[in-house]
């Protein structure tokens, strides 16, 4: 099952790549669950190693511990979740999958054939899954990532029940590893020689130079006067979060561009935020959801 429901979402992908290519990085950027991988080389490295390395042991040991016949791993694992689930998502389907684990634990542990461990393992995977999704931005790429994260999930567990935990870590850091490959395609294909258009955008009130970023070029942000802003390898994003006092409510309306870009943005007659919304949402920057 856990093989399947790996495999299925994965080439169900590869199709979707042809009819909605624009969208595939959306779902890359969710299960990376990340959106400052790329940037610095070193911030790069950094990223690499916390999300191949160190994110798949420490996960695998505190969602696979209570299957394990060491008692230490195990009290790990049933106080690891209860803390890893309120930090990363309360929401009440987590909570809910969370109280219905410990049910099923105590049932398991109260009875000498084990006749709780199918139940147990379902709803651990469950919990994998729902944990790492975030219910208040659902979009069609929701469905994909659950199953594939359940299904993934289902595989380290059959591993650390029938071989060895480490095997699990195997499993999970090769996968990490895979995604963040693809995600640096998708996040910006471009190296860090070849040049890139320069885009242009003008009217009465400001001036907009802009191109993407290439790969591996610091973030620099020079804010220092109101009549010129010039950013460099940002994502709108992190501009509306840095100049706009209701940037929340704007990203609730619309959805940015994940792409990095450098922006030279000068104002003819004052700062005017309006102006920087019309623009971003004229070149697309910015899509109504």
Same mark, same amino acid.
Request: proline share 2%; aromatic share 20%.
């Given at each position: 099952? $856990?093989?399947?429901?790996?495999?299925?979402?994965?080439?169900?992908? #590869?199709?979707?790549?042809?009819?909605?290519?624009?969208?595939?990085?959306?779902?890359? @950027?969710? %299960?990376?669950?990340?959106?400052?991988?790329?940037?610095?080389?070193?911030?790069?490295? /950094?990223?690499?190693? =916390?999300?191949?390395?160190?994110?798949?042991?420490?996960?695998? #040991?505190?969602?696979?511990?209570?299957?394990?016949?060491?008692?230490?791993?195990?009290?790990?694992?049933?106080? $690891?979740?209860? $803390?890893?689930?309120?930090?990363?998502?309360?929401?009440?389907?987590?909570?809910?999958? /969370?109280?219905?684990?410990?049910?099923?634990?105590?049932?398991?542990?109260?009875? %000498?054939?084990?006749?709780?461990?199918?139940?147990?393992?379902?709803?651990?995977? +469950?919990?994998?899954?729902?944990?790492?999704? !975030?219910?208040?931005?659902?979009?069609?790429?929701?469905?994909?990532?659950?199953?594939?994260?359940? *299904?993934?999930?289902? /595989?380290?567990? =059959?591993?650390?029940?029938?071989?060895?935990?480490?095997?699990?870590?195997?499993?999970?850091?090769?996968?990490?590893?895979? +995604?963040? #490959?693809?995600?640096?395609?998708?996040? @910006?294909?471009?190296?860090?020689?070849?040049?890139?258009?320069? +885009?242009?955008? %003008?009217?009465?009130?400001? @001036?907009?130079?802009?191109?993407?970023?290439?790969?591996?070029?610091?973030?620099?942000?020079?804010?220092?006067?109101?009549?010129?802003?010039?950013?460099?390898?940002?994502?709108? %994003?992190?501009?509306?979060?840095?100049?706009?006092?209701?940037?929340?409510?704007?990203?609730?309306?619309?959805?940015? !561009?994940?792409?990095?870009?450098?922006?030279?943005?000068?104002?003819?007659? *004052?700062?005017? !935020?309006?102006? &920087?919304?019309?623009?971003?949402?004229?070149?697309?920057?910015? &899509?109504?959801?």
């Amino acid at each position: 099952m $856990g093989l399947v429901l790996k495999l299925v979402p994965f080439f169900s992908l #590869i199709v979707l790549f042809f009819f909605f290519s624009d969208s595939i990085e959306q779902y890359i @950027n969710s %299960e990376t669950d990340d959106s400052f991988f790329f940037g610095s080389k070193e911030k790069f490295i /950094l990223s690499l190693f =916390w999300t191949a390395l160190i994110a798949p042991i420490y996960e695998e #040991i505190i969602f696979d511990g209570a299957f394990l016949k060491n008692k230490i791993y195990k009290w790990i694992s049933y106080i $690891g979740l209860f $803390g890893f689930t309120l930090y990363f998502n309360r929401s009440v389907y987590s909570l809910a999958l /969370l109280l219905l684990f410990y049910i099923f634990t105590y049932l398991n542990n109260a009875r %000498e054939n084990n006749s709780y461990t199918i139940h147990m393992i379902i709803t651990n995977a +469950l919990l994998f899954s729902v944990i790492h999704v !975030n219910f208040y931005d659902l979009n069609v790429f929701t469905p994909i990532s659950l199953a594939s994260r359940f *299904g993934g999930h289902l /595989l380290a567990l =059959w591993l650390v029940v029938n071989y060895k935990l480490i095997y699990a870590i195997f499993l999970h850091i090769f996968w990490n590893t895979f +995604l963040m #490959i693809i995600a640096l395609y998708f996040d @910006n294909p471009l190296n860090s020689i070849e040049e890139t258009e320069l +885009l242009y955008y %003008e009217n009465e009130y400001i @001036n907009v130079e802009y191109n993407e970023a290439p790969n591996f070029q610091d973030e620099k942000y020079d804010f220092k006067n109101d009549s010129t802003w010039y950013l460099q390898s940002a994502k709108v %994003e992190s501009l509306l979060k840095i100049k706009f006092i209701n940037s929340d409510s704007i990203l609730n309306l619309y959805k940015a !561009n994940s792409g990095r870009y450098d922006f030279n943005i000068r104002f003819k007659e *004052g700062l005017n !935020n309006n102006q &920087i919304l019309k623009f971003l949402i004229q070149d697309s920057l910015l &899509i109504e959801k």
